[in-house]
């Protein structure tokens, strides 16, 4: 018989098949690591970005009075989030996070049930938000929020409604939609 060189072969052959089995377990348990991985570093990029624009938006408007429109969507892998502008009088927290010696700052302070981030919005801390008297009601009827009590996701549009000759800035937030 030409077939029957080697019984040893034969014997092997389900232990070769356990080894890759087991070695295909690992290759299959390393790459779901690695995907989970990319999964939390994109949705740490999207929360920065949501940041970023937030401060950008209320900067713009305080600073160089230029109207903004602003997209609040939070990333999906955050479990109740809550997003958050802040006034502090605290000069170590303020030092510590806008990275320069001040005793009062805004900050940007976004909470999930996995993740805390805290950013500095380089605007002045006695500024304004969503003051009924200062901010009249749009013509779609759409009310200022004040984002001190917290901003949820959806579309603002941020004026810099301060009155002539007033020395802090007046920031009137309207949500589209609601």
Do not use: W
């Amino acid at each position: 018989m030409i077939f029957m060189l080697n019984n040893n072969a034969q014997e092997s052959a389900p232990f070769e098949l356990l080894v890759a089995i087991v070695v295909m377990g690992f290759v299959i348990l390393f790459g779901m690591n690695a995907l989970q991985s990319l999964q939390t570093q994109q949705c740490g990029n999207e929360l920065e970005h949501l940041l970023a624009s937030v401060e950008d938006s209320v900067e713009s408007v305080v600073n160089q009075q230029i109207p903004q429109r602003l997209l609040v969507k939070f990333p999906p892998c955050y479990k109740n989030p809550e997003l958050v502008l802040k006034p502090v009088v605290d000069e170590s927290l303020c030092t510590s996070f806008c990275l320069r010696q001040v005793e009062q700052c805004v900050l940007l302070r976004f909470e999930s049930k996995d993740e805390g981030e805290i950013s500095c919005v380089e605007i002045n801390p006695s500024s304004n938000f969503g003051q009924q008297d200062s901010c009249p009601l749009r013509d779609d009827g759409s009310e200022p929020i004040d984002p001190t009590n917290g901003i949820s996701q959806g579309t603002y549009l941020l004026y810099n409604k301060t009155p002539v000759g007033a020395v802090l800035p007046t920031i009137c937030m309207y949500k589209q939609g609601v």
